[in-house]
């Protein structure tokens, strides 16, 4: 080998490559020609009519390279059309040959001023928004990128790179943009019907279907973990309705009906905690909270008494066979336990009071009463309930015994149990 030829070896194998590395070079020397390939291939000698053939294929063989690595993501605007024999065909071989990087890109960029209408004008600026996006420079990615958006519309992977160099940028407004436009693109993406009966162009859209659909899933994720995590009720809402909207099926559903829930709750929205508490209860009854919400809000706005009824029952069945969160202690899982139960419980004695069935009535707030022991807002309720039930049903003394329990925690309470106790004793004679 020549020391000519030496250097150029050598210089091939350090030149970078945009994104593709071809494996044959051709080199004149006077009237010498010589094929360069990779190290291990052997040097050849040829002729004039040879190299010839082989500058063809060494063209053909670097435009198929390029053209496979973008054509799994790319519209048919990112395809190369090679003609031979024309200048557009020329300016590509030309290209090929050339093994220095920043020159290639700059043969690119030539290329698309001089022949702007190109077949291949696509691959050319999908060439040089990737390698301004290697190289670090985001301006010039984001402009090759848009260039590739106006030959293209639904271009996810034009946009996906912007979107790369916003965020390395930290442009916020590129960033809002790209994100924007690239979830827009990738829901055209995997709604778009299959076109045509071309494999080739089938295997291109499966390509690009799958990868809309991996950045949507990227996306909705993101969404949801911000909103899980976001402190502020509002913010979360405003996370959970972008979640929605992405992906109205969302895999995480039934944890973001449940985060509206909890949110609306904060904000002291009851109208709106009820709606989100029923969307919650439509797919999981599992949620004791959830469903002591709405039990209650239609036991206060006396409503509903069959839904009170259905939630209370489900209520205790829950806390009876549910296991302790690891979040509690034992201590605080046995007070959750109780107070649900015996809301649970006294809710459902209400109504049949309401309902007049004093027996079931007396039943369920007998279960109430101990596991209210020690509240203070909701025993005296209890107590009351049981003395008016026991009334109703000539349990006299009885009726008394729960009436007398009430004077103690005085205001509407006392005063209800003093007059009803007083007519007792008027009416029946019952020893107080």
Known sequence: MTADSHVEASSYARARTMLTRPSIRVAARQNTYRLYSIPQYLL?????????????????????????????????????????????????????????????LALIGQFTVMFPKSESIGWAFSQIQDANLRDGHWDNAIQAGDKLLELDSDDLEAARVNLQAARSKEDKALIKKYTELSEGIALRVVKAPVIGDDPDEAATQKKREELASGLLAQREYALYDQALNAADPRKKIALLDQVLQLNPHTRYLNDVLLSYFLAYKQLNDASKTLSAAERVLQRDQSHEDVLLFVADYHFRHQQEPRTVLEYCEKIVALMNSKKKPAALSETEWSHQKALYSGLAHYMAGSVHVNDEQYETADRSLRLALPLLQDNNTYLPAVLSSLGWTNYQMARYSEAVRFYKQCLPYGGVYKEQAEKNLAAIKAEHNVEQ
């Open 44 to 104: 050849v000698q040829l002729g004039p009519k040879g190299v010839r053939l082989l500058r063809r294929c060494s063209l053909l063989t670097y435009l198929i390279m390029a053209l496979l690595v973008h054509t799994a993501v790319a519209g048919v605007n990112k395809k190369l059309i090679v003609k031979p024999d024309t200048p557009e065909g020329n300016f590509l071989e030309l290209i090929s040959l050339e093994t220095d990087y920043d020159k290639r």
